[in-house]
């Protein structure tokens, strides 16, 4: 008989609490990240250099969860796409983010974390990394024990990971450009070599290469802007695969991106105007605020969807300081241009000095979300490490679900038996036209 809801959401949450086999083939592994000449060795300078970048356990979804995240995710964008919302967006945001080239912005992050009352909203990333390193690995993902096979599914099925990703930036090409042909990428980082996530880099040079396109990985200071187009090494670059942190291209390391992106001269995705539309961290205290959204005509499904989904946020400013100290465990602190959890604080691990360093620059307070557990077991230790679910969404439609596992404040890969994790979900197998989630 097939499991009800609930029934499906007690096995899931059980099996996170108990289940301790291996869910991810590492043959398949390698053959899913070695697809081709140009990333040869990268597993095994994954296994040599990113020791903690995957999980080999598995992360269990209910699909009521999934169901939930989902509906949230939606009504983000039902806000996001509202003029009111807009307006106030742009107007706090930096002037670069009012040019508007047509493009949505590749590879949003959704992070949610599973608590007590269901998922709920942590951050909204704009460049989120992983994308492609968990398409392979929803490829090397097994059912891996009795319980799994008989009512859980894995990477849905008919659903190709990698083509929605080449669509998608054939997408935003067509946005700015229209039917003009797409012939080069760019994947742009400062320092791309010593960036943690340079495999994935390689990957999607591989992948952009295998669909005809000419691909190149570039540090933004080897760029230039000459004769109306963007130039790395004698080369025009069509389109950026922006994997930059310097969101606004204010950087002088920017400055060719910048002329380039502003003249019309190249695809910039996703840029300066996704960032402010999406990622600010203040938008978390709108999006948490039903009255404000009421007020703008938001409608009320909505609203509702986004009270239970959005953990209560405040701006930190002088006249709630006193306060929000006193609460300060009830609250996750982070900064407004924060992002990889860098200078985020757990309110009960705040010291009075770091609080007055917080006074110094932009803070968003959030209710705390504890984030659920998933007990692995290692070197025959049981482990509980904590556990976020990250949506890769593209104009609205969830491409990719997987999960990340860790101990400490916030995500990281430090954590031996953490990193990236297959997920499976009490979901049926669904083709992309019923679904947009991939699993995995």
Known sequence: MPATPRDA?????????????????????????????????VYA??????????????VFLAREHLARIEAVIAAIETVIASEPFRRHALEQAAPIARYDPGTRGAFLGYDFHLGAEGPQLIEINTNAGGGLLNAALGRAQRA????VE?????????IDVEQRFLDMFRSEWAAQRGARELSSIAIVDTEPEGQYLYPEFLLFRELFTRAGLRAFIADPRALSHQGGKLVLDGQ??????????????????????????????????????????Y?????????SDAA???????????CDLLQAGVPRAVLVDAGNREQLWEQRRQYFFKPLGGYGGKAAYRGDKLTRSVWAAIAERGYVAQLLVHPSRRTIELEGREIPLKLDIRCY???????????????GQTTNFRTAGGGFAPVFTDAVRRSGSESGAALG
Request: proline content about 4%.
């Open 144 to 147: 891996c024990c009795v319980e």
């Open 45 to 58: 300078s994954i296994v040599r250099d990113q020791p903690y970048m995957f999980s080999a356990s598995g």
């Open 393 to 407: 969404v593209y104009a609205g439609d969830v491409q990719l679900v997987a999960a990340r596992l860790y101990e």
């Open 9 to 41: 959401l007690s096995l899931t949450e059980d099996l996170n609490r108990n289940c301790r086999c291996v869910a991810v083939d590492q043959q398949a592994l390698l053959q899913a990240l070695e697809s081709g000449p140009a990333t040869a060795g």
């Open 150 to 158: 008989a009512v859980l599914a894995g990477v849905a099925d008919g």
């Open 236 to 277: 025009r670059i069509d389109l950026v695969y922006n994997r930059l942190t310097d969101f606004s291209l204010d950087e002088p390391a920017s400055a060719a991106l910048r002329s380039a992106y502003l003249a019309g001269d190249v695809v910039v995705t996703p840029g300066p105007r996704a960032y402010a539309l």
């Open 292 to 302: 404000l959204l009421r007020s703008w005509g938001i409608a009320e499904e909505t």
């Open 279 to 287: 990622a600010d961290k203040r938008h978390l205290t709108v999006l």
